[in-house]
């Protein structure tokens, strides 16, 4: 099965810094890749995602990028903020035969900024 | 629009108990998932549901199962609780024809 390796488990920032959170995959046939925020005591909340026919996309300070080959994708945030702290989940998936991917995840970043 | 909703927030049971939970997706959203969440292993898909037909599911034990209604609400049961079965259970949502998956706050479970 599916199996996705996120780094680092966890980042400091001070505020204004970008921070790079790195996630590769293992099944080739992964063509969906979303990110989510979690903030204490809440569900992961969706932020950004890609598709394997995308190299990048961006949405104001947050974009992800995508390397197919090396199967490995990043999420980039700019300008970090106090409110940006929590922890940040990278996923893949795959069409399954219907419209929904059963989504595999990484472990985590605890993304922290500090002001 | 209201997110997805699960009931209860909280909840504590005792080994050997079983548990039920519930998910109401998103208004519109046929397409219900499961996943647990621990420290240890992170987040993991349980299973998904689509027009009341269980449609994938992951790698968990049968005492691990569930159910979608013809409103697409969705439960998951689990029997004979386990220690290790404390967990957050979050459900999520998916509109029609479309990969986003939108999480409700989750129900956290503890079995003592």
């Known amino acids: 099965g599916e199996n996705v390796e996120q780094h680092p488990s966890t980042l400091s920032v001070q505020e204004g810094d970008s921070a790079v959170i790195k996630c590769t995959y293992s099944?080739?046939?992964?063509?969906?890749f979303p990110w989510y925020k979690q903030e204490l005591g809440k569900g992961p909340q969706l932020i950004i995602d890609?598709?394997?026919?995308?190299g990048e996309k961006k949405d104001q300070r947050i974009a992800v990028t995508l390397n197919k080959t090396a199967k490995h994708f990043s999420l980039h945030i700019t300008e970090t903020q106090p409110e940006d702290s929590a922890v940040y989940f990278c996923?893949?998936?795959?069409?399954?035969?219907?419209?929904?991917?059963?989504?595999?995840f990484g472990k985590g970043t605890l993304l922290t900024v500090n002001p | 629009k209201a997110g997805v909703t699960q009931t209860p927030r909280y909840l504590i049971k005792t080994r050997g108990q079983q548990v039920t939970l519930s998910c109401s997706p998103i208004?519109?959203?046929?397409?219900v998932s499961w996943y647990q969440q621990t420290p240890g292993q992170g987040l993991q898909f349980l299973f998904e549901?689509?027009?009341?037909?269980?449609?994938n599911k992951g790698n968990f034990p049968g005492r691990f199962s569930g159910r979608q209604f013809s409103n697409s609400r969705s439960e998951m049961n689990v029997s004979t609780l386990e220690l290790g079965d404390s967990a957050l259970y979050l459900c999520?949502?998916?509109?029609?024809?479309?990969?986003?998956?939108?999480f409700g706050p989750g129900t956290r479970l503890t079995v003592l």
């Open positions: 890609i598709r394997s026919n995308v």
């Open positions: 208004s519109g959203h046929r397409s």
């Open positions: 996923a893949a998936g795959r069409d399954s035969g219907g419209s929904n991917y059963k989504l595999t």
């Open positions: 549901y689509f027009s009341e037909t269980q449609r």
């Open positions: 999520a949502s998916s509109p029609p024809n479309r990969d986003e998956q939108f």
């Open positions: 099944d080739s046939a992964s063509n969906y």
